[in-house]
């Protein structure tokens, strides 16, 4: 009997010293390696920089108030990873990313790890699969003179890390591989390889596979119930959203036409039925073309049974 409460209180013990030290030591840091890299700044680049930042970085930099993108809390990330704040990226040296080089937002967006080694959780997506060209614009785009990246002195918040989001940046993410072959665009006359680049870009497969714990972000098909819906979204008041089906399933969007479709992304209309609701936002930016690409990919993959239970709330 003895013996066993000496074995208990020393694995409590040894618990207790490694959660103390988990919380002690915040989320993990690591070595920074810099490419030379120059933003090529080219107004081809800033323009569909400015498109992509819209469509893929403002949802969660944009404090909606003043339309800027000084940061602003992320209502619809899980309570239980703590208090999380987006942060200012206008030119602002001192609050925004004005002193960072383009090598270091090169790092951080494709890796996920600040020019200080600190890492950022999956909250801020990560650019893993892009084509060199694109996240070349993006970065030329924050580094250009356009009115919503100018320099703006906000402060903005530190976020509040839970103790899960600091033991599961211990154990279980890890910052994502920055590539070491080039990553060409994707052919623009194919349409089905143009909407299957979108697709995975835009972050369409992130949120309308089966569930963040299991997507694969280097290899997005591989992610589990690829397309077919089902997780768990927070809209803006922490209430559960489920995403869509978008397979050629009769569950999903078997019997879509391609206009329903391109209404539905680029508006959040679909006639006679409920309009789209947060974090689905109307993808406006978005071309026609490039709304009927993601959809003739969308009807290319494996179809999933999968009735999604579309909760709606008062
Ligand atoms: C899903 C939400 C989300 C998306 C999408 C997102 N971010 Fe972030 N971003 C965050 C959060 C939250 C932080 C703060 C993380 C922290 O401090 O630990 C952050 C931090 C940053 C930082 C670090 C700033 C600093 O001063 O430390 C940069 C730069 C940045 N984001 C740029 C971008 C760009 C460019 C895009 C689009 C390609 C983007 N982010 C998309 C949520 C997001
Ligand atoms: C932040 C998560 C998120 C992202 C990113 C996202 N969606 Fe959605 N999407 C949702 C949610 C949640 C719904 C369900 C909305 C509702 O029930 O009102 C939805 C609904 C839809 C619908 C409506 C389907 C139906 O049956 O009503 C379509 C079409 C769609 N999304 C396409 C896309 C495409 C294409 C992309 C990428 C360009 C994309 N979504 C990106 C979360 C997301």
């Given at each position: ?97 004005g002193d960072w080089t383009d090598a270091e937002l090169l790092y951080l967006l494709r890796t996920g790890v600040k020019r200080d080694g600190q890492y950022i959780p999956p909250y801020m997506a990560k650019l893993t699969v892009m ?184």
């Amino acid at each position: 009997m003895k013996k066993l409460f000496l074995a208990l209180s020393i694995v409590l013990l040894l618990l207790a010293g490694f959660a103390g030290y988990i919380n002690y030591q915040g989320i993990p840091s690591y070595e920074v390696k810099l490419t030379d890299y120059h933003a090529s700044m080219t107004p081809e680049a800033i323009e569909r920089g400015k498109k992509l930042t819209l469509m893929l970085c403002a949802g969660c930099h944009m404090d909606r108030p003043t339309g800027k993108l000084i940061g602003t809390q992320m209502l619809d990330a899980p309570p239980e990873f703590g208090k999380i704040y987006s942060r200012n990226i206008t030119q602002d040296k001192e609050h925004g990313i004005g002193d960072w080089t383009d090598a270091e937002l090169l790092y951080l967006l494709r890796t996920g790890v600040k020019r200080d080694g600190q890492y950022i959780p999956p909250y801020m997506a990560k650019l893993t699969v892009m084509a060199d060209q694109d996240v070349d614009a993006i970065i030329s785009f924050l580094r250009s003179d356009d009115l919503l990246v100018a320099a703006d002195p906000s402060p903005g918040h530190d976020s509040e890390v839970a103790f899960l989001t600091k033991l599961l940046s211990h154990l279980a993410w890890k910052p994502m591989p920055m590539p070491t072959q080039e990553i060409p665009m994707p052919d623009s006359t194919n349409e089905v390889q143009l909407g299957k680049y979108l697709a995975q870009n835009l972050e369409c497969f992130s949120c309308h596979s089966a569930d963040f714990k299991t997507n694969n972000y280097l290899n997005p098909e591989k992610s589990d119930g690829y397309f077919g819906g089902g997780n768990a979204t927070l809209n803006q008041k922490g209430q559960v959203i489920r995403t869509a089906n978008l397979t050629p399933h009769e569950t999903g969007l078997g019997d879509w036409t391609q206009e329903k479709f391109v209404k539905a992304l680029r508006f959040g209309l679909k006639p006679g039925e409920h309009a789209l609701r947060p974090p689905m936002y109307p993808y406006t930016h978005l071309t026609d073309g490039e709304a009927a690409a993601i959809f003739k990919y969308l009807q290319t993959i494996d179809p999933i049974d999968n009735k999604v239970d579309r909760v709606f709330y008062d």
